[in-house]
């Protein structure tokens, strides 16, 4: 599982990124209760930033409904109020993107997400790739996996922000859940497009029945506008990797159309994506529209409109903002507890594709390709690769065909692969 942020290497295990940095509010000194984060993310420059007054209060009052969704939403808090103790204890990190994604990773995590956190190297697992902005999400992969059940990121870790729940994880180095080292804005996406178009190579060689996974990539506003990110999805739509979806946060302070003046639903329906649009806090239009993108021979891509910090008005962290928050949600567990009813919910889960991960493993064990498989995943090459290569060396040297070195290259790698 992971995000991705700006650093000198980029190293990935089938591509999923994870990072975060500290905060910039605390490293220029900017008092957090000066800034301003309930805003709605809108391409429609008529609508006001900021949301206040009685427009908050229903908002909160109808998302806290217990008729409708309840589960779902005591989940979600959970998920907010783990990341809200950590950053505020750790005086660290950014809340605006898990407080305002909280819903979208829960009906994610909860109904749709295969993955077995005893075994987070299981090959057939969904890809998770977190691509926030400036590792904006670092908390928000932090609390996830740790509510989920991954042992290897314990609730003392999210606690300090580090060690091996840390801004800037590193992969299979702090924790087995992290896939993938942090990198440049844009590398998060096409990871996933990378992901997905490895599980499609590998499902056409040895079937369907060893390798058949989604990619989900959970993506902050400005990391579908980098040119790599945009090089990336033009790819994903022309080999039609159905079995990528990106679930786009547009989580920000204020309206888009002051960063950019594209309609870019329309640049990713011109690309040849499946694009839907959905409130990003509504858990049934969530569920729906996941549920569709599985449909669509395309790679999918949902515009999920979030509001930055939900559930908190005005003012950033402190004591008394924490406070507001958690009346606000009706949440009253000390911080960094979660109820026991709540942390069970989370903690089913992690079990919930455990069957499914039995009857995979019986089949995976009877493939006739399983050794040849293992080895790929070890990344060792064909015991006779040696041989082959001194073959082609030695017709290269006899014929002297006076090949490119674009196509020398590729007759290697054809005995390589």
């Known amino acids: 599982m992971g995000s991705t942020t700006s650093s000198a290497y980029a190293h990935s295990k089938n591509s999923l990124i994870f990072g975060g940095f500290r905060s910039q509010l605390a490293n220029q000194n900017v008092p957090r209760s000066s800034v301003k984060m309930m805003a709605v993310a809108t391409d429609d420059p008529a609508v006001e930033p900021t949301i206040s007054g009685e427009s908050y209060t229903k908002m909160i009052e109808n998302y806290m409904d217990t008729s409708n969704n309840q589960e779902y939403h005591e989940m979600a808090n959970a998920l907010r109020f783990l990341s809200m103790d950590a950053i505020e204890h750790s005086n660290s990190g950014h809340l605006g993107f898990p407080m305002g994604m909280a819903d979208v990773c829960t009906v994610l995590f909860k109904d749709f997400l295969k993955f077995n956190p005893k075994d987070p190297d299981w090959i057939d697992r969904d890809r998770f790739v977190l691509a ?106 022309d080999q039609k990797l159905n079995k990528l979806i990106y679930l786009w ?58 509001n930055i910090g939900f559930g908190r008005e005005g003012a950033g962290l402190g004591a008394k903002e924490i406070e507001d928050a958690k009346k606000n949600f009706k949440w009253e567990a000390e911080p960094f507890h979660i109820p026991d009813d709540i942390l069970r919910k989370w903690d089913a889960i992690g079990y919930k594709y455990f069957d499914k991960y039995k009857q995979w493993k019986d089949k995976f064990h009877k493939s006739e390709h399983i050794k040849e498989i293992l080895r ?42």
Request: hydrophobic letters at 35%; charged letters at 25%; one cysteine or more.
């Open 132 to 237: 926030s902005n400036q590792g904006h999400g670092s908390m928000l992969i932090s609390s996830l996996l740790h509510l989920s059940g991954y042992k290897d990121i314990p609730l003392e870790s999210v606690k300090r922000f580090e060690s091996k729940a840390s801004g800037h994880p590193e992969y299979n180095f702090q924790a087995k859940s992290i896939e993938t080292n942090t990198g440049p804005i844009g590398q998060g996406i096409a990871n996933a497009v990378g992901m997905a178009m490895s599980e499609k190579m590998l499902s056409a060689k040895y079937g369907d029945e060893i390798f058949n996974h989604y990619t989900y990539a959970i993506c902050e506003y400005k990391k579908l506008l980098d040119n790599t990110s945009r090089e990336a999805m033009k790819f994903a739509a």
């Open 249 to 306: 946060g547009i989580t920000i302070d204020g309206k888009t159309s002051v960063d950019t003046s594209e309609d870019n639903k329309r640049r990713f329906m011109d690309a040849g994506w499946h694009v839907q649009e959905v409130d990003g806090h509504s858990v049934d239009k969530i569920k729906a529209a996941i549920a569709k993108a599985k449909t669509t021979a395309k790679p999918s891509i949902i515009v999920c409109r979030t």
């Open 376 to 417: 790929i995943e070890d990344q060792v090459l064909p015991a006779d690769y040696d041989k082959k290569l001194n073959s082609l060396l030695d017709t290269v040297l006899e014929d002297k065909p006076g090949y490119p070195s674009r196509l020398s290259s590729e007759l290697v790698l054809h005995q390589l692969a």
